[in-house]
């Protein structure tokens, strides 16, 4: 499995509206342990989701079922592996 950081650009105007159905996306996928974290910037402007897949393209089809991304609440999205060291949710290497 890896771990991807995930960055998304808002269109301002669809945001209001699709924010409760993509709240529950991003909360049942981190009941099933695929998001660690998600949330807005501090500006407004977009959201970093960190998420965990076997793959780049397994993870795009998890967050191409986003309601942001369906419902066009999405203006750029960036998708980087990340490899994580240090947190203490990282489990430890044997």
């Given at each position: 499995?890896a771990?991807?950081l ?20 991003l ?24 998420y ?6 397994a ?28 947190g ?7």
């Amino acid at each position: 499995m890896a771990w991807f950081l995930v960055e998304i650009t808002y269109v301002q105007e669809k945001l209001a509206d699709v924010r409760p159905r993509h709240r529950e996306f991003l909360s049942r996928l981190a009941d099933e342990g695929v998001v660690a974290l998600g949330g807005p910037l501090g500006d407004g402007s977009g959201g970093i989701s960190m998420y965990q897949a076997a793959d780049e393209a397994a993870l795009l089809e998890i967050i191409d079922q986003d309601p942001y991304h369906l419902e066009g609440v999405v203006a750029e999205r960036t998708v980087r592996e990340f490899k994580p060291v240090i947190g203490s949710w990282i489990p430890k290497e044997a």
